[in-house]
T-cell receptor
Framework: GAGVSQSPRYKVTKRGQDVALRCDPI?????LYWYRQALGQGPEFLTY????????KSGLPNDRFSAERPEGSISTLTIQRTEQRDSAMYRC???????????????FGPGTRLLVL | AQSVAQPEDQVNVAEGNPLTVKCTYS??????LFWYVQYPNRGLQFLLK??????LVKGSYGFEAEFNKSQTSFHLKKPSALVSDSALYFC??????????FGKGTRLHILP
């Protein structure tokens, strides 16, 4: 597609339920990133992938959060047993080239706004 | 540890006037610096980046930013503001292969 897409755009769930957030990166982009953005804050890194390999998951808050990218394209961020404090905007980004990725521009999707009641 | 600060929560500028959105950073090595803009109900859009070379970086929509190593700053500027520039602006820094760190954002209001 032309840009990074995310679904759903909005998700309302009850505390204790599991949610799965999907990210479809720009076609051909090797690296994929997940961020969480609280209201009034900048995006906070969660995890990233090069191809299908998860390179860094140090930003995941706890073991209820997990992510996968099994075929090196679409990625899913899963939150198990959701809590109210998980409510936030979850953003996905992709970049073209892996390796020394510091120089690479990340292109962001529109985000999924998660509300846990 | 790397960090980035945007000291202003909000900046108000009259249309047609020059604008500046401030950003300062802290990294242990050479910084890679970025500016992103977020319009309502849309994702973050890349504006410009500094990797190396010329300290004045030109980006999208007429924006530019000046890298100042001695002041550890990377302020975003535009000579003449448009109402359509009203948005939330994020500065970000990356230190080699570390994670990218975003500032908390500055809301820019351009007054007609």
């Amino acid at each position: 597609g032309a840009g990074v897409s995310q679904s759903p755009r909005y998700k309302v769930t009850k505390r204790g339920q599991d949610v799965a957030l999907r990210c479809d990166p720009i076609s051909g982009h090797v690296s994929l990133y997940w961020y969480r953005q609280a209201l009034g804050q900048g995006p906070e890194f969660l995890t990233y992938f090069n191809y299908e390999a998860q390179q860094d998951k140090s930003g995941l808050p706890n073991d209820r959060f997990s992510a996968e990218r099994p075929e090196g394209s679409i990625s899913t961020l899963t939150i198990q047993r959701t809590e109210q404090r998980d409510s936030a905007m979850y953003r996905c980004a992709s970049s073209l080239v892996p390796g020394l990725a510091a120089q690479q521009t990340q292109y962001f999707g529109p985000g999924t706004r998660l509300l846990v009641l | 540890a790397q960090s980035v600060a945007q000291p202003e929560d909000q900046v108000n500028v009259a249309e047609g006037n020059p604008l500046t959105v401030k950003c300062t950073y802290s990294v242990s090595g050479n910084p890679y610096l970025f500016w992103y803009v977020q319009y309502p109900n849309r994702g973050l859009q890349f504006l410009l980046k500094y990797i190396t070379g010329d300290n004045l970086v030109k980006g999208s929509y007429g924006f530019e930013a000046e890298f100042n190593k001695s002041q550890t700053s990377f302020h975003l500027k535009k000579p003449s503001a448009l109402v359509s520039d009203s948005a939330l602006y994020f500065c970000a820094v990356r230190d080699r292969d570390d994670k990218i760190i975003f500032g908390k954002g500055t809301r820019l209001h351009i007054l007609p």
